[in-house]
């Protein structure tokens, strides 16, 4: 009797994890939408046992095995060397990680969130710095047991953003730093101003979710495999191809935040939806990487979103909708001066001090920042009872406000608190890859805008999943990157489309 060749053998283990993975992905997205407050502490337990079932099946010395002899077979296709290459990623990782630590990671993570809940309602940043110090000096633990050459930050970095590196960040940063900063200066310092009036009114939540459902089907979101449900933070889980699971919140007094945010995770659940099927529960089925999960969420958001062709089709529609929509009453033709008003109230530029609120030309600035604090806390050249003074110093440079309280200032995100260091820049990779995406399908697609102004985005969401979606991890970023659109990672695309699309908005040359 002759036994399976191991590379099946391996993929059948992964499979097994990968199954396991959508399980838990089903409890957490649960306990942030249904479950009753009092099964937090018992889903705890459950989540926290899968968990360590996932991370044993993982590290298993029978993977490493099945690893070592898989690599020895001839006649492997491509997609088998993909995913032997994704599977080495994920054990070595996963190997160098003693259970103590991981252990030990997880449960300052939970207190150290609650700490910063407290510590953000009180505005009382002492009260959660030693919870911070604990944090990174267990990122640099993490660090240094993963291993790294030029910097720690890459070590961390790699878990987010595989193949990119600190070095390169710097650099990409460092240029998109010297393209915002006069922009922001420029747009500061022009007359014109969007009426915001526009957009006031009263607009029941149960319309809002119509109108959003509506506008998520007719970008592409197929419902036979995707939910729409409320939670207080929005977010998109995947757990596979056939079930996403898409979350928002409504603001009865503003009709368009929960509709931003669900054409923001439609963008996410677009690409989860759009992994080829014969790739899932294998290693080269995961989304490629968080930047690049943010691209597509981005570019369905602002580059289709926030066009003023996309709201030639959808203002008629929304008047009609929201009869209480003020300023717009006579916008039914979708054209013209109502139109123009209404494209520059949605696209306006406001230095804020919230990262979350931030519009796309202050947002990345946002994002820098806690990139460059971050890497200073990690390799120990910065103290954390410096951080509240260099916050408000920096943003009064780069974006002309000071935080008066530390709440809206270093207290106001989340990530740190739970552990996720050298994640934020994904966010800005995820800005620059969607400008660069879109330049490039509209090259390829001259009349994608006329599509937009007819409510046709298929043209767009073909040439996504051609491009991206269906690959999931199948090439490494640089290469998806290089065939998707012809060239490496690059800032310029992104400055060309903010200057293109606010410099008439704004009147400034
Ligand atoms: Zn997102």
């Not at 259970?99 to 939970?110: C, K, N, Q």
């Not at 002492?126 to 291993?147: C, I, V």
């Not at 669900?262 to 690409?271: F, K, N, P, S």
């Not at 929304?318 to 109230?345: K, M, Q, T």
Request: with cysteine; hydrophobic share 40%.
């Amino acid at each position: 009797m002759t036994s399976r060749p191991p590379y099946d053998q391996l993929v059948g283990e992964l499979r097994e994890g990968g199954v396991l993975e959508s399980v838990q992905c089903l409890l957490e997205w649960d306990q942030e939408t249904l479950m009753p407050p009092r099964g937090a502490e018992r889903r705890a337990e459950e989540i926290a046992l899968l968990s360590r079932i996932i991370h044993e099946k993982k590290t298993a010395p029978r993977v490493g095995e099945l690893l070592d002899r898989a690599a020895g077979e001839k006649d492997l296709g491509p997609d088998a060397r993909a995913n032997l290459r994704e599977a080495r990623r994920h054990y070595e990782r996963a190997r160098k990680l003693p259970a103590d630590l991981v252990a030990e990671i997880a449960r300052t993570r939970s207190l150290a969130c609650e700490a910063w809940k407290a510590a953000r309602r009180a505005n009382d940043f002492p009260k959660f710095a030693p919870w911070l110090e604990k944090t990174f000096h267990l990122a640099r633990e993490k660090a240094s047991r993963l291993g790294w050459k030029d910097s720690p930050y890459d070590a961390l970095l790699e878990e987010h953003e595989p193949g990119m590196t600190t070095a390169r960040l710097v650099s990409l940063f460092g240029e998109l730093r010297k393209g915002l900063v006069p922009l922001v200066k420029a747009i500061a310092g022009s007359r014109r101003r969007p009426d915001r009036n526009l957009l006031s009114g009263k607009f029941p939540a149960a319309h809002q979710e119509e109108f959003a459902r509506r506008v998520a089907t007719d970008l592409g979101l197929d419902f036979s495999g995707a939910r729409l449900d409320r939670s207080a933070h929005p977010f998109c889980m995947g757990l596979t191809p056939d079930d996403v699971r898409i979350t928002t919140r409504y603001n009865e007094s503003d009709c368009l935040s929960a509709l931003f945010g669900v054409i923001h995770e439609t963008g996410h659940a677009l690409y989860d939806q759009g992994i080829a099927p014969e790739l899932v529960w294998t290693p080269i089925g995961q989304p490629r990487s968080l930047g690049v999960h943010e691209s597509q969420s981005r570019l369905w958001e602002n580059q289709v979103g926030r066009s003023r062709a996309f709201w030639s089709h959808y203002l008629p529609l929304l008047s009609e909708r929201f009869p209480s929509l003020s300023g717009v009453a006579h916008a039914r033709s979708g054209r013209g001066a109502d139109l123009d008003r209404f494209h520059f109230a949605v696209n306006q530029v406001e230095p804020s001090l919230i990262r979350t609120e931030a519009d796309e030309v202050t947002y990345n600035l946002h994002i820098l920042l806690r990139f460059d604090i971050e890497r200073d806390l990690l390799a120990g050249e910065l103290a954390v009872s410096d951080l509240p003074d260099l916050w408000r110093s920096r943003m009064a440079s780069d974006l002309g406000v000071r935080p008066d309280t530390d709440a809206d200032g270093v207290l106001q995100d989340i990530h740190w608190s739970i552990g996720l260091v050298a994640y934020f820049p994904t966010y800005t990779l995820g800005n620059m890859l969607a400008a660069q995406l879109h330049a490039r399908a509209r090259a390829d697609i001259p009349d994608l805008e006329v599509f937009f102004a007819r409510g046709e985005f298929r043209p767009l969401l073909d040439w996504l999943r051609d491009r991206i979606h269906r690959h999931g991890s199948r090439y490494e970023t640089e290469e998806l990157v290089q065939r998707a659109v012809g060239t490496r990672l690059s800032t310029a695309p992104f400055l060309d489309y903010l200057r293109a699309k606010y410099s008439p908005l704004y009147g400034i040359s």
